[in-house]
């Protein structure tokens, strides 16, 4: 699960594929992912997790049309972003989250984000990053450590440690190509280690953010 998704006090589950939090629409894409977080509610294999109200847990996987249908049905013009993100890794399903966030951009979403991993260069075995500029406002990716070892500790990522730096690699190559890319870490971390994975950031180029973890 790409672990960014951020509490609400409104929520409510408006689709399979669709799930509302605070002004944003998030759209919910895959339950697959790269990586086993221990943070992640997935490492306590649980099926039917609902976050504020939103059963994350997709029956199948919805298509490009599938979510559209959803997004219009929900109004997604009134919402501050529509966002990639729920109990898998989008950039799994590239093909498709390119097909969306290029039909938002024609048709008036006020923003567009993807939360990630930033394993998709291994996963597509290739740099998709140009094909990501013009249709992502934002890039939001989980850094969670400052190191490979740590971050393979904490992450699982099932290609090992070269995860790690797959991911600052795609970060960099997101910023080369002037998109915006916010690099983020949980707040239970070390504070020292907290300030390790700033400097990783700062060097970069990106954005720093420290998350709240979602329980």
């Excluded at 998709?120 to 998709?128: K, M």
């Excluded at 970060?171 to 280690?193: F, H, N, T, W, Y």
Aim: hydrophobic share 40%; charged share 25%; glycine share 6%.
């Amino acid at each position: 699960m790409n672990e960014n998704l951020e509490p609400a006090k409104n929520s409510s589950h408006t689709d399979e594929y669709v799930y509302i939090l605070g002004n944003n629409i998030y759209i919910n894409l895959t339950n697959k992912c790269t990586n086993k977080c221990d943070f992640c509610v997935r490492g306590a294999g649980v099926e039917d997790w609902y976050l504020n109200g939103a059963n994350l847990w997709l029956s199948q996987e919805p298509t490009a049309n599938d979510v559209i249908e959803a997004l219009q049905k929900n109004n997604f013009k009134r919402y501050d972003s529509v966002v990639f993100c729920g109990y898998g890794e989008p950039l799994i399903r590239l093909e498709t989250c390119i097909g969306i966030a290029k039909w938002l951009k024609k048709n008036g979403a006020k923003s567009v984000r993807v939360n990630t991993n930033g394993q998709a260069n291994l996963i597509h075995n290739r740099d998709v990053s140009a094909e990501l500029v013009g249709l992502f406002d934002c890039i939001s990716i989980s850094l969670n450590a400052s190191n490979s070892a740590d971050y393979q500790a904490v992450c699982h990522c099932c290609y090992g440690e070269v995860g790690f730096d797959s991911m600052l690699n795609f970060a960099q190559k997101c910023v080369d190509k002037g998109l915006r890319v916010v690099m983020s870490v949980v707040d239970i971390l070390p504070k020292d280690e907290i300030i390790k994975c700033g400097e990783i950031v700062l060097k970069i180029g990106a954005e720093f953010k420290v998350r709240e973890l979602i329980k």
